[in-house]
């Protein structure tokens, strides 16, 4: 409010019809510009938007007139969350990856993988198994991988809360973290510090880009053109990784 505007908020809850009735909505009410939190609005349609108001979007690599883009490397975080777990001798690293129609579950699977294979080793579908960003869905993962006889030595579960989820699924089949399987989440959510143990992820400044969003469209309304860094992803160890003991 410091600066003269009221922010207006607005939840398409993923659906890319509902995200286009929150535009109109919000078009109608006048609004001066509008930061599109990745959403599953065609480029074109973001695009169309801003021709018609200023337009900053986070999650996407997107160029047009009056439109901002930021994008969060998701594939260099998975790379280094992956490679992190390949270091310390893990060869079979199980990956639970999230919605697989959400880019940033995308990314962070392609990320894996060719961390999987510029190591060397055989990538095996095997040791992917499907979630959906929630605990639960983590917790499914190791369950269907455990049940499946896959072998593995460490995890990497594409966003925090599966990674919470993967740990119960381990604790309730007597695997212990990280004594015998490694743990690595993505994210770095507040509560990762506090998990026994304490949780390896990647660290996604998310407060930082949202930040950033709003200075862009301060610019924006102001006829200025913005010059904004996203922050690159950063692996933080904590103790839920260890090396493979022979």
Known sequence: DAVGYSPLFMSG??????EARCIDVLRSRRVD???????RLAD?????????????????????????????????GARQATRHLIDLGHRRVAFIG????????????????????????????ALVTQGNFSEHSG??????LMDSRTRFSAVF???????????????RRGRRIPDDVSLVGFDDLAGSVYMLPPLTTVHNPIQEIGQLAAR????????????I???APRLIVRESTRAVTA
């Open 13 to 18: 809850n993923w659906h890319a019809d509902e």
């Open 33 to 39: 510009g509008m930061i599109v939190l990745t959403g």
């Open 44 to 76: 074109s349609a973001l695009r169309s938007l801003a021709r018609k108001l200023p337009v900053v979007v986070t999650g996407r690599s997107l160029k047009a007139g009056n439109l901002v883009s930021m994008d969060f490397d998701n594939r260099e």
């Open 98 to 125: 999230g919605d697989p129609e959400h880019p940033d579950a995308i990314d962070r699977q392609q990320g894996y993988r060719s961390a999987v294979e510029a190591a060397g080793l055989r990538f095996d579908p």
């Open 139 to 144: 917790l499914l993962a190791v369950e269907r």
């Open 157 to 171: 579960a594409a966003n925090d809360q599966m990674a919470i989820g993967a740990a119960l699924g381990l604790h």
């Open 216 to 227: 862009a469209m301060l610019n924006l309304v102001a006829g200025e053109r913005p010059q």
């Open 229 to 231: 860094e996203v922050p």
